[in-house]
């Protein structure tokens, strides 16, 4: 079994930068595809980012790409998410996902596997 826990949530003003954090327990994490989604209120969760297994491979939400960078440190069986020039509409409650076994970066949530217990991320004009 495999446990995901995000940490580096919080409230950021517009323009400002946050970064997030999530720890895998669980020795196989290396294998993982790993993934960022973010559900904002009334809306259903979509994908951010995700990195393959050994980070050399990213793939990113247009709305994030050029602002955002997923990478993973395997040592530490960790994955990040920095997040700059941050918007109104990055508002959402943030989960890190992880998918076994895979080749390739999924981006539709049912596809992953593991989630975590989300951070919520607040941006403010």
């Known amino acids: 079994q495999v446990q995901l826990v995000e940490s580096g949530g919080g409230l950021a003003q517009a323009g400002g930068s946050l970064r997030l954090s999530c720890a895998a327990s669980?020795?196989?994490?290396?294998?993982?595809?790993m993934g960022w989604f973010r559900q904002a209120p009334g809306k259903e969760r979509e994908f951010v980012a995700g990195?393959?297994?050994?980070?050399?491979?990213?793939r990113y939400a247009d709305s994030v790409k050029g602002r955002f960078t997923i990478s993973r440190d395997n040592a530490k069986n960790t994955v990040y998410l920095q997040m700059n020039s941050l918007k109104l509409e990055d508002t959402a409650v943030y989960y890190c996902?992880?998918?076994?076994?895979?080749?390739?970066?999924?981006?539709?949530?049912?596809?992953?596997?593991?989630w975590g217990q989300g951070t919520q991320v607040t941006v403010s004009s």
């Open positions: 669980g020795r196989t994490f290396s294998s993982f595809v």
């Open positions: 990195t393959s297994w050994g980070g050399g491979d990213t």
């Open positions: 996902a992880g998918k076994s076994g895979a080749t390739w970066i999924a981006s539709i949530p049912g596809r992953y596997d593991y």
